[in-house]
Each structure stands twice: as structure tokens, then as C-alpha cells.
């Protein structure tokens, strides 16, 4: 007798009828999923979209709504910025880390005008003024921000240019963009079913996935996919046993997503043979205010700087947890870091860009501060005279820093604890944790048309993947809008491919 876990896929010969029959397949409902079910209709694919939960959306409708663009986007030009694709791509093959895909950021960099032009044209609205300022989230509703390209070691690779496009609006841009890409994906014809939770592939004697196995209600639903199943159902937060598997360090740590992300996608998909990339991956959101952070220094248990406060804060977040083993259940009580600041520093950033965030300790000196935050004795106080006599000479030997944001520290002085602080007001989900907000980058491994490879890099006929079920762009680095940027344009890709499959 053979016994079935819940991702076990089902033999095509062992169902006798399918409750549901559809070309394409579409297997969750964000970005990724919209973009794909529109590209398959529109290739005149009979589509269908399920989804676990009562609607459209998933983690992207609860995000920043940032989309990573460049290469000369007409925002860029009319804010007054030259960019390329080879710019682009430089940056991203070196800030998303060991291992990014350089075929699908060259690919992507290529095509990113095109892509702006198709989100547009799917009724996205991005509004052509700047926010020039570090951030998670603008207070306004302006359409393009820095992501760290304006930044060391960036600006030693690429001409820099800002590449954080929002939609327009005046929080989070996530909802409106999944507004308007589910909007169009039904509009050119597809059929959507919620309530629907897929468990396994069903497959045909010759390896070819021809559709899946769901629940609703509690009742089993067979649907055949004709042409192909596209795999968006999202990444692997939410499992905490894949995350002890693959990612330990991301465990403990509040969790960004919509409560779904438990790699049910990336696990039907492994099950047939399919290989994943960088699993142990993760982004950190760390629980800093951006615009404090570059204004003073961010220091670690041991009391030093160790990355140039200026960058994009994930990047911050990555360095904190990775590198200096900030918070976590797998971690002790010796891991704090601190943004440090002085009275002016914290003053220049206006209130509501404060998201609430007070100092966690106020001193009259160094050495006063470092006794309240109970760093090593002579370290803090170190740590700001270098500082400081680097912003003196208008120069950060140590981190790089750019000129704008370098500035002595005078007292009063404060510091805040990032470990206990706020959750990052741009990171979606609210089950709580440390001062950190995660989600992971590893996924299935896919090629540019988002077939889903085995392990010797074959193609599982009839099976694609896009958004965080895939690895996409991503090696072991992160920058905000390069998630919905990559779903949205790789899931474009496979679901036209699903569509034109025999």
C-alpha cells in the first residue's frame, strides 16, 4: 500500500474524472499569479485562478507596493535621471548577492522599460516627482525613491540612479497594484476560484504534470490543466519546519506575509524531482527608522560599526542578522544593535517619518550612553570619536559613507535598540516577533519562461513557477521592489508559455 503525505503527487491514471477542466492553471492569486493568468488569457489560454484564501492579493497587496525598474523608465527621465539596462544590471549582480542570476538580470534589465510600460498599461499609476531621502516607505505619494543605488560599494560599479518605483499612493502601493492586475487578468478572461487549497500535482506516466489535486470546503476537487500549472503560491515563512530545514536564522523573527507563505508550491514541485536555489536566503527588515540610521551610526553588541548607514536598510537588516547574529530563537541575549544619534540628528527627521520610534536610552556623553546600553567599556565611546573625526575631514574611511549624511555626533546622545524596537513600517504581516521582519528569497529553480528544472536542469513538462515559489532574481541579497518586479515580469513569462504549450 503506498502511503501519501500531503504533497504526494497523484498518478494521472489513478483519476478516473476531473470535477474541473482548463487550459492554464494558475496556482495563487498575488502579483506573480495576476500577471501570469493575464498573459495566458491574453495568448488565448483558457485560464483559471485559484487561491487558498476568500480573494486576490496574498502578501503583495499587503506590501509597500515598490517595483524595482530602471534602464530609463520615463518617471526616471522626468525626474531627471539617466539610467540603462547595463547600469541596472550591474547594480543588482552585485546588491542581490552571492549567486543572483545573471542570465535573469540581464534579462530583466533588458526588458524593464517594456515591463513599466505593460504595468502602466494594466492601469499602475506612478507619478513623476522623487523622494529623495533614505526610507521604507515615503509619506507621500511619489512615484520613484533610491534603493541604495546612491550608495558604497554601488556607486563604484554603476552610475547611480534611483529605481524604486511606486504607484501612486499615500501609503502602501500594494493593494492598488493588485487592483489593478487582477482587474486586467479577469478582464482578458480569467475565471478565479478561492477557497481552494491545491496539495499535489497530478502526472502523467511520462513525467508530464496535467493538473492538481485541491480541497474546498473539505470537499476534493481534480482540475486538469491542458497546457501547463503555474506555480505562485508564494514563499516558505510561514513554515516553521522549512525554516528549520533550510533557514534557521529567519526563525523567531516576525514573519512577512499574509499567513500563507508555507511552501506548498515549492514543495508539489519537489516532490516531481525539482531542484530549489539558495533556501538558506532570507530578507531582513530590521525595525530601524532609514532617515535616523543615516543621520547617526549603527552599531553592533561589541559597540562598532559595520556597514555604512546610508545603504538600503534591508541591506542593514541582512548585515544585523547574518553577520552579527541579531535576535532570533536560535540566538542569545548578547545581540543587540543600537542607532546611535544626537538630538539633532533625531530632530531633522520629521515626526511622522519617526513611525513612533523613541530613543530607548538619552545621555549627556559618550561614555554615559555606553554605560546605559551595557557595551564594552571604552568601545561606544571609541566608535564616536573615530566617527566623528571622519565627519570632521568630510570622510568615512571606514564605511564609505556618503558626505551628505556624514556629520559629527554632539551630545545629547541617544540610542535605540533595534532588537526591541518597531516593526519596519513598509513589511507586511503583523505576527510578531523581534525587531526584525523576514521573508525568504529561495525557491524552485526556473528558467527565463519559468519552466521548473529538475536537478540536471531538465524542464518538468507542463510545470512553471514565478514570484517567491521561485528563486528568480536572487542570491543572497535583497532590494525592496526586485519581489513584485520579478513575479510580475518572470510570471508574465510563464504564463505565456504555459499558454502556448502543446
Not at 507619478?127 to 533614505?134: E, S, Y
Not at 563604484?156 to 492586475?181: I, K, Q, S, V, Y
Not at 532590494?479 to 502543446?502: P, Q
Request: some cysteine; proline content about 5%; overall charge negative.
Amino acid at each position: 500500500m503506498t502511503v501519501r503525505n500531503s504533497v504526494t503527487p497523484r498518478a494521472a491514471g489513478e483519476v478516473s474524472n476531473y470535477d474541473i477542466e482548463t487550459d492554464v492553471l494558475v496556482v495563487g492569486y498575488g502579483a506573480a499569479g495576476a500577471s501570469a493568468a493575464f498573459e495566458a488569457a491574453y495568448a488565448g489560454a483558457q485560464v483559471l485562478v485559484v487561491d487558498r484564501a476568500g480573494g486576490a492579493g496574498g502578501a503583495s497587496a499587503m506590501s509597500g507596493g515598490e517595483i524595482y525598474l530602471g534602464g530609463g523608465t520615463p518617471i526616471q527621465t522626468a525626474c531627471g535621471y539617466d539610467d540603462s539596462p547595463e547600469a541596472m544590471a550591474a547594480f543588482l549582480k552585485a546588491a542581490l548577492g552571492a549567486g543572483a542570476d545573471a542570465a535573469k538580470i540581464d534579462e530583466y534589465s533588458a526588458g524593464s522599460v517594456e515591463h513599466f510600460h505593460w504595468l502602466v498599461d494594466r492601469g499602475v499609476p506612478f507619478k513623476p516627482t522623487m523622494w529623495d531621502a533614505p526610507t521604507w516607505v515615503p509619506p507621500t505619494d511619489d512615484g520613484l525613491m533610491w534603493l541604495g543605488e546612491n550608495s558604497w560599494p554601488f556607486t563604484e560599479l554603476a552610475a547611480p540612479a534611483p529605481r524604486g518605483h511606486r504607484p501612486t499612493a499615500n501609503d502602501f502601493g500594494g493593494r492598488l497594484l493588485m487592483e489593478c492586475l487582477s482587474t486586467a487578468a479577469e478582464s482578458a478572461g480569467a475565471a478565479t476560484l478561492f477557497d481552494t487549497y491545491v496539495s499535489a500535482l497530478i502526472v502523467a506516466d511520462d513525467g508530464t504534470v496535467t493538473g492538481a489535486v485541491a480541497r474546498r470546503y473539505g470537499m476534493e476537487l481534480t482540475i486538469r490543466a491542458r497546457r501547463g500549472i503555474v506555480l505562485t503560491t508564494g514563499g516558505f515563512v510561514d513554515n516553521d519546519d522549512m525554516l528549520a530545514a533550510h533557514a534557521p536564522q529567519l526563525l523567531g523573527h516576525t514573519k512577512v506575509s499574509a499567513g500563507t507563505d508555507d511552501g506548498s508550491g515549492i514543495r508539489m514541485a519537489q516532490a516531481l524531482g525539482a531542484a530549489v536555489r539558495h533556501m538558506n536566503a532570507g530578507q531582513v527588515g530590521m525595525s530601524l527608522i532609514p532617515g535616523l540610521a543615516a543621520r547617526g551610526m549603527v552599531v553592533n553588541a561589541l559597540g562598532r560599526r559595520f556597514v555604512n548607514e546610508d545603504t538600503y536598510p534591508g541591506r542593514i537588516g541582512q548585515h544585523a542578522l547574518y553577520r552579527q547574529n541579531m535576535g532570533g530563537s536560535w540566538a542569545g541575549d548578547d545581540t543587540a544593535v543600537w542607532v546611535i544619534v544626537d538630538e539633532h540628528g533625531f530632530e531633522d527627521v520629521p515626526e511622522p517619518q519617526r513611525w513612533g520610534v523613541q530613543p530607548t536610552h538619552v545621555a549627556e556623553t559618550p561614555a554615559e550612553l555606553e554605560s546605559l546600553t551595557g557595551l564594552p567599556a571604552g568601545a561606544l565611546t571609541a566608535a564616536i570619536a573615530r566617527y566623528n573625526e571622519f565627519a570632521a575631514r568630510g570622510q568615512d574611511l571606514d564605511h564609505h559613507k556618503s558626505t551628505r549624511w556624514l556629520r559629527p555626533l554632539t551630545p545629547p546622545l541617544a540610542a535605540i535598540d533595534v532588537k526591541a524596537g518597531v516593526r519596519p513600517p513598509s513589511e507586511s504581516g503583523d505576527r510578531r516577533g523581534t525587531g526584525a521582519s523576514v521573508f525568504t528569497l529561495g525557491g524552485l529553480h526556473t528558467d527565463l519562461d519559468g519552466h521548473v528544472l529538475t536537478l540536471d536542469g531538465k524542464p518538468i513538462p507542463g510545470l512553471f513557477a514565478a514570484g517567491r515559489a521561485a528563486n528568480g532574481l536572487h542570491g543572497f541579497g535583497y532590494i525592496s521592489g526586485t519581489s513584485l518586479g520579478d513575479g510580475t515580469f518572470f510570471g508574465r513569462r510563464a504564463g505565456t508559455a504555459a499558454a502556448r504549450r502543446a
